[in-house]
């Protein structure tokens, strides 16, 4: 578990790229609040958007979360003790005036992009994005 790298994992990089094809610019694994130990993995700094990329097994997805069964005790309570930081983070971050998206590993990265774009155009115009009429 050590070896698990914390950051450029394959759905943060597919995710970085769905969005960088999409014109928007962004900063990666960035400290955003005083505590330096909480990183965001995307943030769209003018628009004060952050965007965390969640492992399914570290973050505990309704989904695809496993258990092991050698200590698991531990694993339970290490994997709750995440849940925590992350509500913890989310709500530290909404104070400050940020927004907050939370993707799972296992979303499609073109998905997950699809439902960031509005709100990066609505949080760094002002305004909600009108549909093209032409498209």
């Given amino acids: 578990m050590a070896r698990v790298g914390r950051r450029d994992t394959g759905a943060e990089l597919a995710l970085r790229r769905a969005l960088h094809a999409r014109g928007f610019r962004?900063?990666?694994?960035?400290?955003?609040?005083?505590?330096?130990r909480r990183r965001v993995d995307i943030v769209f700094g003018p628009a004060r958007v952050a965007v965390f990329i969640d492992g399914?097994?570290?973050?505990?997805?309704?989904?695809?979360?496993?258990?092991p069964r050698s200590n698991g005790e531990f694993w339970r309570a290490k994997v709750e003790a995440n849940q925590a930081r992350d509500r913890d983070t989310d709500r530290r971050l909404?104070?400050?005036g940020w927004l907050v998206v939370r993707v799972w590993e296992h979303e499609d990265p073109e998905v997950a992009?699809?439902?960031?774009?509005?709100?990066l155009i609505e949080r760094r115009d002002g305004r909600p994005?009108?549909?093209?009429p032409r498209l």
């Avoid at 962004?26 to 330096?36: A, G």
């Fill in 26 to 36: 962004f900063r990666v694994d960035r400290s955003v609040l005083d505590d330096r």
């Fill in 56 to 67: 399914c097994f570290w973050h505990g997805c309704p989904e695809h979360a496993t258990h």
């Fill in 94 to 96: 909404q104070d400050a």
């Fill in 113 to 119: 992009a699809d439902r960031i774009e509005p709100l």
């Fill in 129 to 132: 994005r009108r549909p093209n």
